[in-house]
């Protein structure tokens, strides 16, 4: 799919927590890429609410 996408990179330095950037890239119908713009400092994933299991206990 041609057109515009916004890419989240995930990177990490040695002994440092892991950062979130938002890229902007664009993608032709041969498959190249290219960004296109500077990539911003985006939040990371949340961790999940694990409801109890309907199993315990029983």
């Not at 990179?9 to 713009?37: E, H, I, L, W």
């Amino acid at each position: 799919m041609a057109g515009p996408w916004p890419v989240t990179a995930a990177a990490q330095y040695a002994k440092t927590p892991v950062r979130y950037c938002a890229v902007p890239v664009a993608v032709d119908d041969g498959g190249s890429f290219a960004v296109t713009g500077p990539p911003a400092v985006s939040a990371g994933p949340d961790r999940a609410q694990v409801p109890a299991s309907p199993y315990s206990g029983v």
